[in-house]
């Protein structure tokens, strides 16, 4: 089971900034916050991940409350070719030196002209 | 360069049949992985492989089996296909072992759509 609740959907407006929010109250000490998208039916693209300090790259920015049981991912100025499914995903050990990424349901951001 | 491909792209079958999808990676990762995305669109893992050892083997039907000659392929074989294996099947690659062990990032294939008939 997916340890982390998204909205299923949002709009947000081209040019404006998207904050896609997720919970995650059961996180662990050691598990960190990934967060992927999946546009129409490419395979999952890889966005940015973090611990428990804000992190940014090319992408995005990935900020986490102080307690780590929610995050924000904000994608600074939406385009149109940023409309997709977000996965928001807690990594968690498997065993054997193996850290699993379980889906959810993710939200679906539509990017409005 | 691509750094996970399958192949092939589409794959129509019909049932009973057996056929295999083919995963490469060149990023020299160490552990790979095979995902189901059903007509729901959830994506599920099926199989995991760390340095050609199976780590993860989710509830799959034993006609489903994965094979890893290296650590740079893993490829997933499905006997006696039926019409609920129709399906986008996605393999992926990461790092887990050594420092990169708690935050290595998934790299995904772009999907093998699996259509039985």
């Known amino acids: 089971d997916a340890k982390t609740t998204q909205p299923p959907s949002m709009d947000c407006a081209e040019g404006r900034a998207a904050n896609l929010p997720c919970n995650h109250s059961t996180i662990s000490g050691n598990e960190y916050v990934y967060w992927y998208r999946q546009i129409h039916s490419q395979g999952p693209q890889y966005i940015i991940h973090g611990l428990k300090n804000n992190e940014t790259n090319e992408m995005a920015s990935l900020i986490i409350t102080e307690d780590r049981k929610s995050s924000t991912l904000i994608l600074p100025h939406a385009t149109l070719r940023d409309t997709a499914v977000y996965y928001c995903?807690?990594?968690?050990?498997?065993?054997?030196?193996?850290?699993?990424?379980?889906f959810g349901k993710g939200t679906k951001l539509s990017v409005i002209p | 360069d691509t750094a996970v491909s399958q192949t092939p792209k589409y794959l129509v079958t019909q049932m009973g049949n057996d056929k295999s999808i083919k995963c490469e990676q060149n990023l020299g990762h160490d552990t790979m992985y095979w995902y189901k995305q059903d007509s729901k669109k959830f994506l599920k893992i099926m199989f995991s492989?760390?340095?050609?050892?199976?780590?993860i083997n989710e509830t799959v039907p034993n006609r489903f089996s994965p094979k890893s000659p290296d650590k740079a392929h893993l490829n997933l074989h499905i006997n006696s296909l039926e019409l609920g294996d129709s399906a986008v099947y996605f393999c992926?690659?990461?790092?887990?072992?050594?420092?990169?062990?708690?935050?290595?990032?998934?790299?995904f294939g772009n999907g093998t759509r699996l259509t039985v008939t």
């Open positions: 992926a690659s990461s790092q887990d072992r050594g420092t990169a062990r708690y935050n290595s990032p998934l790299h």
């Open positions: 492989y760390n340095n050609k050892e199976l780590i």
């Open positions: 995903i807690v990594r968690v050990y498997s065993g054997a030196g193996s850290y699993q990424l379980t």
